[in-house]
Nanobody
Framework: VQLQASGGGLVQSGGSLRLSCAAS????????MGWYRQAPGKQRELVAS???????NYADSVKGRFTISRDNAKNTMYLQMNSLKPEDTAVYYC????????????????WGQGTLVTVSS
């Protein structure tokens, strides 16, 4: 099972970006998916998460600006980021906490490679 994040880039303050995270492999079911970010010199932090049933959770700093969603049929998660601020600049990582694959395989805490988001002031 692998995660591939995409959609990062350079955007001006107030702009928007949409991140995608596609899971590949012989996947049967993905539990909670999440976006994390790590800014230079800071610890990685949770941005938003979404359960298999669609329940969402957001960091206070992004509430009202970011929207997380997922397409279970495509094993893909999205993060729509609006009203971006310079403090949103970070490498964004996607994560799944538990995934069931074929042949009874279960993997925990799977991470994607990260995509860089830079917001200029």
């Amino acid at each position: 099972v692998q995660l591939q994040a995409s959609g990062g880039g350079l955007v001006q303050s107030g702009g928007s970006l949409r991140l995608s995270c596609a899971a590949s492999g012989s996947i049967l079911r993905i539990e909670t998916m999440g976006w994390y970010r790590q800014a230079p010199g800071k610890q990685r932090e949770l941005v938003a998460s979404i359960t298999s049933g669609g329940r969402t959770n957001y960091a206070d700093s992004v509430k009202g600006r970011f929207t997380i969603s997922r397409d279970n049929a495509k094993n893909t998660m999205y993060l729509q980021m609006n009203s971006l601020k310079p403090e949103d600049t970070a490498v964004y990582y996607c994560n799944v906490d538990k995934v069931r694959a074929s042949r009874g395989t279960v993997k925990y805490d799977v991470w994607g490679q990260g995509t860089l988001v830079t917001v200029s002031s």
